[in-house]
Structure formats: C-alpha cells, structure tokens
C-alpha cells in the first residue's frame, strides 16, 4: 500500500473545490496541532500524573485494539459494520468470569490462578470465535447479496440477542466479578503502574504479532487479502470464499472473546450493554484508523485509549468520555472520512 | 371500454391503476383506524367506568388507557422514523435524540423549570405566560408557559433544525457510515441531557436538570372544544383526564400519518423514493441529494419533536435516563416489522410492539405462569424478542408484514448479478 498522494503546488485561481479541501484539511490540522499541544503541555506540568494515566490509557487502548481488529477485518472483507461484536466481548467477560469466579473460584495471584487465567482465555477466544463464525453461517451468508441495510439491521438484531443472553448469565444491572489482581500496583518512580497493564499488554502484544503474521505469511492470510480485494476474482483462483470468510468471523471473533477475559481481569465489572459501549468505540478506533486497515485498527485503539484516559484525568471526566469518543468519530467522518493509516477511496465512504 | 381516453404507454394505465388502488386501501384503513379509535374513546369515556366488574379489570390489565396512548405515542415517533428509513433509506439509528430534544423542548417552555436554569438563582423570579396552562399548584406559575399547540411546531421546528445539523457533515457518507453517525449523535445528546446540570462557566447553567429530571409539565388545553359539555377545559392528569388525551395522541398520530401520506406523493416523497431505490440513478435523473437527504432528516426529526412533547405531557416529565440507545433500535424494529415505508404497515407494527412493549408481554407471562406453573418473568427476554424480530424479519420477509406494492415489487427483482457486480468494483477502481 504505497501512499502516493500527489502534492499538486497550485499556483494560480483554486476553485472552490480545492478551497473547500484546503480549509477542511486546514481545520484538522489546527484541531490537531491543538490536541498535540494540550497533551505536551500535560506531560511537562504533571508528568507524574500523565504517565500513570497513560499506562491506563494503554491498557485501555490495547483493549480497544483487540476489539477494533475484529470489526475492521470484517469490514475489509464483506463490507459489513458488524454491530453485535462489542456484544461478543461483553458476553467473553461474563463467561470468563463465570469460569474463574463461580466455578472455578480462583481469585488470587497464585500460579493455579494464572494457569487458570490462561485456560479462561482460550475457552472465551474459542467460545466467542464459534459464535461469531456461527452468525455468519446462519445469518450474513444468506444477505450476502442483499441491500446493505439487510445485514446492517440483522447485526443490530443480533446485538440485542446476545445482550438477551448477557442478562440471563449477568443479570440487568452492573455486577462486580473479583479479579486476579485488583488493583495491585507497583511503582515506577514516581509513576504508578498497575500489574493489570502489564497482563493486559503480555497477552495483547503477542495476540497482535501473530495476527500479522497470519495475515501477511501464511496462506489463509492470502486468501484472506485476496477475498477482500476481489471475491469474484479470489474465487477464480481457487480460494473457498465462503470458508475464508467464516475464518476471519472467527478470528475476530477469538480476538473479542481475549479482549473480554482481559476486560473483567483488568477492571472486575461487566453489565449487559458494556459490549455496546465498548464496540462503539472500538469502532470508532477502526474508523479512526482507517476502516479495513489492520495497523490502523491497533493504531487507533492506542490512541483512543489514550485519549480517553486523558480527558477522564484532566479535561471533562468520565462523565462526557462517550461525547469525547463520538465526537472523534464525527470529526474523523467529516475530516478525513478514510482515516489516518488507510488510503482514499470514493466508494467506500 | 377506453374510448375517450387518448392511447398512452403502455405503463400508463397501470400506473393509473395502481395510484387509484393505493388511494382506496389509504381510505380503507383510514377507516378501520378511526373506527378502532372511536371505539376505544368510548369505552374508556362512558362504557368502561359505567360497566366495571371484570371487563373493567380486564381492559385495565390489558389494555389500560395509559397503555393505549403510550401505543399512539409510539406510532408517532416510528412514522417518523419511517420517513428517514423507509422513505429516503437512510439508516438512521439515533432517532432518541429528537425525541430528547422534543421533551426538554417542553420542559423549558412548558414547566416551571425556566425558573431554575441559573443555578445562582438569577432567573428564580421569571414568570412569563402565553396562553398556557400550569398546574393549579401554589408556586408553579414560575418559569416559561406557552399553549402547548403552540409548543408542539417550535419543538417540531427546533428538532428538524437539529435534524439537519446532525444530517449536514454525514451526507457525504454512504449508508453504513451514515448510520454509525447518527448513533453518534444519538448517544451525545441524550449524555448532554444527562449531565446537563451544571454547563457553561462555573457550572452555572442548569440546560436540563440532569437525572433529576424536569416535572411536572403543563396540561393539555382543549378550546375551543372545551364548550362541548363534558369535555373538560385542561387535560391533566386526573383519570377522566385521559381518554381525550388518548384522543389528542390519536390527533397527532393522525396528522403525522396524513403529513407522510401527503409527502409521500408530492416531488419531494418521489424523490426520497428513487434516492432510496437508486441514489445514483437519482442524481442522473435531477434529484438535488443532498437538499432532499436533508429534508428527510429535517421531517423524521420534526415528528420526533412533536412525538417528544406529547410524551412529556403523557409521563408528566422528561427523564433523561429514558432515553437510551434501545429505544432507537425499537423504533427500527417497529419500522421493519411493519414494512419499511408502508405509513400503515409501520402503524401497526408500532402498535403491536409498543403493546408488547407496555403491558402485552407482561399479561402474557403472568397468565402463561398462572396457567402452567412456572416462574418465568418475561420482561426479560423482551431484548431477545425484539432481536429475533430483526433478524427472523430480515432473513425471512425483508419487506415487512405489510409492505408496499413498491417495496414487494423491488425485492422481487433479481438479486444483484454477477455482471452487476463487476460493474460496482469498476465504479470504485475510478477514482
């Protein structure tokens, strides 16, 4: 993907077409000089503070990476705003939690308890793997060809589904699940770091690298980027189409069931619409991105998680971060509709 | 048989045809609606309270007059819903924002709240009343009063404004994007309502009063009726109260149901139309896109702003809590279920859910639990009800339960072929 923008010195009259993209890109510009500016201003007044909430920021935004992942994979390959992934991730916290502190009943830092950790993580990868590759099969296989609001709306169905599901195991209210390791923190000089983070982010770090790899140097991963680039001329190559596509439901999938063991780990609460606040800005964070674009997703999530975390500490509260989150989003959509990482295209937005 | 007619095209008649039909199936259920209205005005004014006993008790189980007006309430907001989707195809999944600012409309100019929007109590003398009608309280003159018929087209006009400013940076978004804004939108401006207490510098602006809530709102003026003996002059909330203001719900219903309907022949509903069908055939054809989307919105949003005042009066207040993303997501339900674009079709489906939705589902599974035994509280898989309806619908009957011949005749054309398909991936390659 090479980002040949050609720079055009326009010397003489500019139509007003260009005028219009030269102030829409001057704004964005402006906003985020602004932004860039605020955040240095923070680091060297409170640096203490800006880096304890940055490392929750990043433990944030690596969630948010891993959930951001699934809907931009889905998106690069059949064009579909998967809205009942979030939902996936909420229902992968309240079965992790289910696993570890109802059954099993392991809740402190003891090596049975990471070992039991790390079993939770697969069942919630696999579990929420097979569901989302199961509402493929039953449900967006069938509206391939449909209009798009088709598969638009059954997603949407799906979502209150699962959130349906969510209440029976999670009950309709918040509920406090206790974790491996509470807010135990170690200190790093004067920055507080949370061991969570550091879990978050050995389990994540790696998740991403081998996503990679699949992706670029194996074959599935091939056939993956064939299909999304062209399904009629990756099916004339002999990809199964139909078996690549439910792979990546499925890969997406597995990434939302970690991001959901690591979720209730990291903050111990869960309700039944989380999945719907965190898909959002998840998605918001592909968006961010650039939607269809895999180092975008992770990107995006970062900086979300950032973001988020900031203005939780230092500018509005927790109070307004779903209107800071929705306001990225606008703004990306009207500024520069195919994000920072993916490339120009006049179809797709 | 067509003697004088001058030889048309071969469409012509049918065209003909088919506008006289839908003409006579608009008047048929025009019709049966308001005779079922009649009715049920009826039976909640004399025949009910005269009759008692068990028919009472069982009208007030299953079909109380509150439930019945929350029902009409709902068709309101689905119809104008309808007009965003079913109309123009624009998936619109924050409608609960007009809803929100058709309430707070109300709050501020028809509740004593006006009095308390300075939290330094500034404005705690402000008394201003045009033709309204506060509650007959000691104290509750303060604030801003206006006639509700006059408050209902400011909230309608304030929310089409806020219509097309939610509209305005997402035109240039195609259908899927389109609909991530809006549920954007749809999520800020209910958090705004929420945290609204303390805005503006040193938090001295109070826009809505938080999760307190603003109550209690004006009563209904019924003049010049109010001659007709009988009727009584203010529509509160006393229990002879609200038969007539199930009828005034049923007024606004019928005036959104003729607005749709009107539109919808006219330039403009064609145009949204054909935007729908073929945006790009559209354009070729001379449809403005831009200027028509945005119509759309500014319409859905007006009726969500009339739907919004009418429910403030029927809850007595606006609650920010309320309005959250589920109730988006019913309205699609209902717009779907009942046939996307069909004014009638989305009457009903709006009727049934919102019947489920309020007491249908809850009688059901009480005397499903009294006749077999179980303990099952059926509230809570209302969430799965209302998916499965999405998703069984979309699988199965895309169209809806009642569709338009329109909608039925599309959705029988073949589905999009591989030649077409290529040709949609040369349309992306030019840029």
Redesign the interface.
């Known amino acids: 993907m090479s980002q040949a923008t050609a720079t055009v010195s326009v010397t003489a009259k500019r139509t007003p077409a260009e005028t219009r993209a030269l102030i829409i890109r001057g704004t964005s510009y402006v906003l985020l000089a602004v932004t860039a500016l605020w955040i240095l201003y923070k680091a060297f007044t409170q640096p203490a503070d800006f880096f304890t909430v940055g490392f929750l920021g990043l433990k944030f935004g690596a969630l948010y990476a891993l959930v951001a992942l699934g809907y931009t994979m889905v998106y690069g390959i059949i064009?579909?705003?998967n809205f009942s992934h979030g939902d996936l991730f909420m229902l992968a916290t309240v079965v992790s939690g289910l696993i570890m502190v109802s059954w099993l009943a392991r809740t402190d830092p003891t090596v049975t308890g990471f070992l039991v950790m790390i079993g939770a993580l697969l069942v919630a990868m696999v579990l929420a793997g097979s569901v989302n590759t199961l509402a493929e099969r039953v449900?967006y296989r069938?509206?391939r060809?449909?209009p798009?609001?088709?598969?638009?709306?059954?997603a949407?169905?799906?979502?209150?589904?699962?959130?349906?599901?969510g209440?029976?195991m999670n009950g309709?209210g918040q509920r406090n699940w206790s974790t491996l390791l509470g807010d135990r923190s170690f200190s790093l000089g004067p920055v507080k770091v949370q061991w969570s983070v550091i879990v978050v982010l050995t389990v994540t770090i790696p998740l991403l690298l081998a996503m990679t790899y699949l992706i670029n140097r194996t074959r599935q991963g091939k056939a993956m980027r064939a299909t999304a680039q062209?399904?009629?001329a990756a099916r004339l190559m002999g990809v199964d189409v139909d078996r690549t596509i439910a792979f990546t439901f499925a890969l997406g999938g597995a990434l939302a069931g970690a991001a959901g063991m690591l979720w209730l780990q990291s903050i111990g609460t869960t309700r039944y619409?989380l999945g719907?606040q965190l898909g959002?800005i998840a998605?918001t964070s592909a968006?961010l991105g650039g939607i269809g674009n895999l180092n975008g997703a992770v990107l995006g999530g970062f900086l979300i998680g950032i973001i988020q975390a900031l203005n939780e500490a230092f500018l509005l509260g927790n109070?307004?971060s779903?209107?800071v989150v929705?306001?990225i989003?606008?703004m990306v959509?009207?500024f520069k509709?195919e994000g920072l990482l993916g490339k120009?295209?006049?179809?797709?937005? | 048989m067509a003697a004088t007619t001058t030889p048309s095209p071969v469409t012509g008649p049918s065209v003909k045809d088919a506008a006289e039909h839908a003409r006579r199936s608009n008047r048929k259920w025009a019709l049966g609606l308001l005779i079922a209205v009649v009715v049920l005005f009826l039976l909640y004014w004399k025949i009910l309270p005269a009759v008692g006993g068990d028919t009472a008790s069982f009208f007030r189980k299953w079909l109380s007059v509150s439930a019945a007006s929350e029902m009409v309430l709902w068709v309101i907001f689905a119809l104008g819903l309808n007009i965003v989707v079913g109309y123009a195809g624009l998936l619109d999944l924050g409608y609960v924002a007009f809803w929100a600012i058709g309430g707070y409309v109300a709050g501020w100019f028809m509740s004593p709240f006006a009095s308390e929007m300075m939290n330094d109590k500034s404005w705690a003398n402000l008394k201003f009343n045009f033709l309204g009608h506060p509650p007959a309280i000691q104290g509750l003159d303060r604030g801003i009063h206006l006639n509700f018929w006059l408050v209902l087209p400011i909230a309608g006009l304030i929310c089409a404004f806020f219509g097309v400013l939610i509209g305005a940076p997402t035109l240039r978004l195609k259908s899927d994007y389109l609909a991530l804004v809006t549920l954007g939108f749809g999520e800020i401006i209910p958090q705004i309502f929420r945290n609204g207490e303390r805005l503006g510098p040193g938090g001295n602006f109070n826009l809505s009063n938080g999760d307190k809530g603003i109550t209690p709102v004006d009563t209904i003026p019924t003049w010049p009726f109010s001659y007709i003996p009988g009727v009584p002059d203010q529509l509160g909330l006393r229990a002879e109260d609200l038969p007539f203001k199930f009828l005034v719900y049923c007024l606004l219903a019928a005036a959104i149901v003729f607005l749709s309907l009107r539109i919808r022949e006219g330039r403009l509903g064609r145009a949204w139309l054909a935007i729908r069908e073929d945006e790009l055939a559209a354009s070729m054809m001379g449809v403005p896109l831009m200027r028509t989307k945005l119509a759309a919105y500014a319409v859905g949003a007006f009726a969500g702003g009339i739907g919004g005042v009418a429910f403030a009066t029927f809850v007595n207040g606006i609650y920010a809590s309320r309005f959250d993303f589920a109730i988006s997501i019913i309205l699609l339900a209902m717009v779907v279920l009942g046939g996307m674009g069909n004014v009638w079709g989305v009457t009903v489906g709006a009727l049934v859910l919102a019947w489920i939705n309020s007491t249908g589902l809850e009688q059901f599974g009480n005397t499903f639990n009294d006749a077999v035994g179980t303990n099952i509280n059926f509230k809570n898989y209302q969430f799965l009800l209302f998916g499965l309806i999405l998703v069984l619908m979309m699988l199965f009957r895309r169209e809806g339960l009642i569709p338009e011949t329109r909608t039925k005749q599309v959705l029988a054309e073949p589905e999009r072929g591989e030649l077409e398909a290529v040709g949609a991936d040369l349309e992306g390659e030019q840029a």
């Open positions: 064009e579909l705003i449900a069938r509206l060809r449909a798009k609001l088709a598969p638009l709306i059954t949407v169905g799906l979502s209150f589904i699962y959130q349906s599901v209440i029976q309709s062209d399904q009629d619409d719907f959002l998605f968006v109070a307004w779903q209107t929705f306001t989003l606008i959509m009207v509709p120009p295209t006049t179809e797709k937005v």
